[in-house]
């Protein structure tokens, strides 16, 4: 079934210009929390930190509209005027993601309603539903306003739409939604009996006798047909995007500056399927915040920052909007960052095509509810370590200032993820609730990022035109055109690495019958007979000495040889992972949740048998990537271990003018950052 509702050509700009010269250093800046003589105590310590952009306005719109339709923007000129008459420029933020009270008050039925049917309370943000007519109104009153007063000003180089559009209204269950959804059904499938035959409603006896009476799927997910499961998550997408281009279409009217919305991508699920929103925004942008109990955070940052590059496609570079220079305040225990970490996390991903740097936020809060969130200028203020380490920062990006624009070096892997599979997933799958799909997307990303070797981590729809090996994990939901460009793909010369539950349902959710993985089978010469989920307690053998948990399949060989296979188990024999040839190329299956070390020799192979190329020859602590200027390659390296190491390079490096002479040496917990030539 083609997805009708959501084909919507793109509708970005050309971009513009970058909004700074160079590389972007700054973060939100909130001056409505200080007095004004507080402003330019501000300016001034931005200036001596190297900031050159600000994000302006997030959460201002009930100080800039303190009642309907009456404006204040005395203030709101004066600090736009001194931002620019410091160089600064502003990414001027339309403030919709904090609905003033009087809208609260006057209109409570504009905030979000739970699975449950329980209305949100007012008192935290993004209060509001996106399918209501009249926040809409509201919106994009408050957006006209805006852009009519600053569309021209010069200071304003960037429109920055809302703020984490779905992070706390990403799903809404009210009656405004569900009507909304009704009509998305008549877009998407035409008729009810269309909806039926895709969703199999005859199971249950859910058969609707009309697309009227179809609800959201409200309270307990897992026992929701899968085909509605998967439909709600794609049109609540669908609805934040429409308020979004709502916004963007306001902002394009009034100004030539470009406009972006902060995306949240990461490496687990999204809320939103930035897949399709990424043609509508002119700079792609992220805010990403590593996680305390992750145990390779770095990794995490690298994934992240790999999936913005395959989002932004031939708009690299992308920017990362938002990280923190120490904790943040919403986890367990937040981790104050160690030592030199500023530094290492920033230009981790300015290596992997980030044009900038930019943190939430300019001073820290002393009130409300991030009081203790980390800052730029932290409570104790200039004497610290953190103040010291983010002047240092606005000195190495304006060091490396002529890497902006520039591309990183292209990649060899493509590593495919949807969100589609990953809402799929997280329904609750019934053999096992427990996956996730992080958890395999972080590991085939993993065993490369360790290696040197860099992963374009892309849709599912992307252009697969040079690469040598594409990485599927767990792609549950795959349609037939999908499968068939992974296909052509292999019978073309490439080599495809595909995992478990991959291509299992189609589009619909329905699952593809004649033995898993249904998509795939033929490529791959293989069937699963049955799937074997493991328990909590239990794991199995393989015959490499791996040991697997929480997913094992009885397969079948069709033409594919056993490169693997469990050594124990009530699949004993079977084969765990197999390799089949087809044409030049091959596809290569892996029915097993694999540990860290069997992905890791699997890897090995692929790099070796392809010849993916290695950044360089390091140990698995060393990050290392190249961008590509037309002055020659500047290649990061960036040290994750807590010991010192030497890698084989010559060049100069951009952050101190060193020389090195056939070998660096990376201190531990350190980036070098190098021009690089030819050994002498
Ligand atoms: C982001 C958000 C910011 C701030 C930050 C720190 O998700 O966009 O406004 O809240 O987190 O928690
Ligand atoms: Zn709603």
Same mark, same amino acid.
């Given at each position: 079934m083609a997805r009708r509702a959501t084909e919507r050509p793109p509708t970005r700009?050309?971009?513009?210009?970058?909004?700074?010269?160079g590389l972007s250093y700054g973060g939100d800046y909130n001056?409505?929390?200080?007095?004004p003589e507080v402003w330019r105590e501000d300016v001034r310590l931005m200036r001596e930190a190297g900031v050159n952009i600000v994000t302006l306005g997030v959460f201002s719109w009930g100080l800039l509209e303190?009642?309907?339709g009456e404006y204040d923007w005395g203030w709101f000129d004066e600090i736009i005027g001194l931002l620019h008459e410091s160089g600064i420029a502003v990414d001027l933020?339309?403030?919709?993601?904090a609905p003033p009270s009087w809208l609260l008050h006057a209109h409570p039925e504009v905030l979000p309603v739970d699975a449950y049917g329980v209305r949100e309370q007012p008192g935290?943000?993004?209060?509001?539903?996106?399918?209501?007519p009249v926040f809409r109104e509201h919106a994009l009153r408050i957006t006209t306003a805006l852009a009519e007063r600053y569309?021209?000003?010069?200071?304003?180089?960037l429109w920055h739409v809302?703020?984490?559009?779905?992070?706390?209204?990403?799903r809404c269950w009210c009656d405004v939604s569900a009507a909304r959804f009704r009509e998305w059904l008549r877009a998407e499938y035409g008729t009810v009996e269309a909806v039926n035959a895709a969703w199999g409603t005859a199971f249950w006896g859910?058969?609707?006798?009309?697309?009227?009476?179809i609800e959201p799927p409200r309270s307990e997910q897992h026992k929701v047909n899968p085909g509605l499961f998967l439909a709600y998550e794609r049109f609540s997408s669908d609805e934040l995007l429409e308020h979004y281009l709502a916004e963007a279409a306001v902002l394009r009217a009034h100004s030539e500056a470009p406009v972006t919305t902060n995306f949240m991508v990461g490496s687990g699920r999204h809320v939103v399927d930035y897949s399709d929103w990424a043609?509508?925004?002119d700079v792609v942008a992220n805010d990403h915040y590593t996680i305390v109990?992750?145990?390779v955070r770095e990794q995490d940052l690298a994934f992240a920052a790999d999936r913005m590059r395959g989002l932004a496609a031939d708009r690299t570079?992308?920017?990362?909007?938002e990280h923190s220079t120490g904790a943040p305040s919403w986890q367990q225990r937040n981790r104050a960052k160690a030592p030199g970490e500023i530094l290492r996390n920033a230009l981790a991903h300015v290596a992997r095509g980030s044009d900038g740097a930019m943190f939430f936020q300019w001073r820290a809060s002393t009130?409300?509810?991030?009081?203790f969130h980390s800052a730029m200028?932290?409570?104790?203020?200039?004497?610290?370590r953190v103040w010291r380490e983010v002047v240092r920062l606005g000195d190495a990006l304006r060091r490396l200032?002529?890497?902006?624009?520039s591309p990183v070096e292209p990649a060899k892997v493509a590593l495919l993820v949807d969100e589609e599979s990953a809402w799929a997933l997280q329904? =609750?799958?019934?053999?096992? *609730? /427990?996956?996730?799909?992080s958890r395999e997307t972080r590991l085939w990303h993993r065993v490369f990022w360790q290696r040197q070797v860099l992963v374009d981590v892309l849709p599912?729809?992307?252009?697969?035109?040079?690469?040598?090996l594409v990485v599927l994990p767990t792609l549950l939901v795959v349609s037939d055109a999908q499968a068939a460009r992974v296909d052509a793909f292999v019978r073309g010369g490439g080599t495809a690495l595909v995992t478990y539950?991959?291509?299992?349902?189609d589009e619909t959710s329905r699952v593809r019958g004649g033995g898993y993985p249904g998509a795939f089978r033929d490529l791959l010469g293989v069937t699963t007979e049955e799937f074997r989920p493991l328990q909590a307690d239990e794991t199995v053998r393989l015959s490499d000495g791996g040991e697997v948990t929480d997913w094992s399949e009885d397969t079948n060989l069709h033409g594919a040889e056993a490169v693997?296979?469990?050594?124990? =188990?009530?699949?004993?024999? *079977? /084969?765990a992972v197999t390799r089949n040839a087809v044409g030049d190329g091959a596809a290569w299956y892996v029915s097993a949740q694999l540990p860290l070390d069997s992905a890791t020799r699997i890897a090995d192979r692929l790099i070796d048998e392809l010849g993916l190329p290695r950044a360089v020859e390091a140990g698995t602590g060393i990050e290392a990537v190249r961008r590509r200027t037309p002055d020659g390659d500047v290649l990061f390296l960036v040290n994750h271990s807590d010991a010192d190491e030497t890698v084989a390079v010559s060049g100069r490096s951009l952050l101190d003018d060193t020389t090195f002479d056939g070998a660096a040496l990376v201190p531990a917990g350190r980036v070098v950052v190098l021009r690089e030539s030819a050994a002498e």
């Open positions: 700009h050309a971009l513009t210009g970058w909004p700074t010269d001056p409505e929390q200080w007095a303190p009642r309907e933020a339309t403030p919709t993601a935290g943000r993004l209060g509001w539903c996106a399918s209501s569309g021209d000003h010069p200071a304003v180089r809302s703020n984490e559009l779905g992070g706390g209204n990403g859910h058969t609707f006798a009309d697309i009227d009476h043609a509508h925004v109990d992750d145990p570079p992308w920017l990362l909007m009130a409300g509810t991030e009081q200028l932290p409570h104790a203020g200039t004497e610290s200032r002529s890497i902006a624009g329904q =609750g799958l019934k053999p096992h *609730r /427990a996956l996730r799909y599912v729809d992307a252009d697969l035109d040079g690469y040598d539950l991959s291509g299992v349902v693997v296979t469990y050594a124990d =188990g009530d699949s004993a024999g *079977r /084969a």
